[in-house]
């Protein structure tokens, strides 16, 4: 054992961080290998495995949560890592984390409603303290046995039917009604909505405040100006460019419930030789960073992406410091960032753009 080891068996605690750097992987991937998460190589497997033992990870967490009842370690799931959604709201949280001098345990579910309940089920008899769990697809098949269990969580950007979870989102609703009153107000008439996975709240909450807004504007709701997404960008573009191609008179507007929608909306209304703002206009909702460097920049409904994980870590180690706080739930206001995608509509226009679309 060299001399580095042995000053890590020294310590009061070696982290994930320690044995991810030991073994030459991710924190995240050391998180899956102690979860027996089975998508991992054998040969990284043996690695993290034989970092674990010369460390004496397992050891020294499980030594210090008999001792103290603690292992300050905290779970978090997450639907995915491949955008600026989720790695905007775990910013806040590792920013929560570190100040409150606690590790973070990973878990990745692909939008797998079996992944998700198979990690919670997992954490539940583990070593964490609490969970975190951002935009959960089914939570009340699992919320039960958190109770049950007397695990602290938090849902973050999803809804509990039940009224018996901490909860933090945004006013997705009220965020939906504001920007497609803003389409209104441009002179659109035709606005078509993108919607995000149904099954999700935040979703519903805002194709509700989109259907609201064009009733107070005096617009007949048009079931062909709304079609089904998934909050994933190839989906955006597929729905656009069905829209655009198969709608008439087409829209003069989309609004998609959000940022990477949006992208596949621009995407899809550039293949079809339109303009944007001058042909089309297109509106997203999250304000993720690239909202503001693609061409031309997103207007969008900023959500306080990275203020939502700071709250949802503050509200896990109330509870977790009081059991028997009642649960809260936090909404954080949203806020129209208006850039260069969207414009006034002009009917001289849209008859041009209908030839556009007519010639392809």
Known sequence: MDNEDKSLKKKSGVTLADVARASGVSAATVSRVLSGYEFVSESTRNSVMEAVTRLGFVANMQARSLAGGRSRIIALVVPNLDNSYVGTIMQGIDQELVRANYDLMLYTSHWRRDHESFYVNIIA?????????????????YLDALRERHIPYVLIDQADATKGSCVVDAANWQGAYEATRYLCQLGHTRIAFITGALNIPSAVDRLAGYKAALVDSGIPISDELITEGDYQQQTGYQN?????????PPPSAIFASNDLSAFGAMDAARECGLRIPEDISILGFDDIPQASIVYPKLTTFRQP??????????????????????PQQITLETQLVIRDSCGPYKQKRQAGTRKQLNRR
Not at 240 to 248: E, N, S
């Open 305 to 326: 992406l990275e203020q939502m994980g700071q709250v949802a870590v503050r509200m896990l180690l109330e509870q977790m410091a009081n059991r028997t706080r009642p």
């Open 240 to 248: 656009a460019k069905r829209l655009l191609l198969g709608v008439v």
């Open 125 to 141: 008899s583990g070593l964490p303290e609490g969970l975190l769990l951002v935009a959960p697809l089914v939570p009340a098949n």
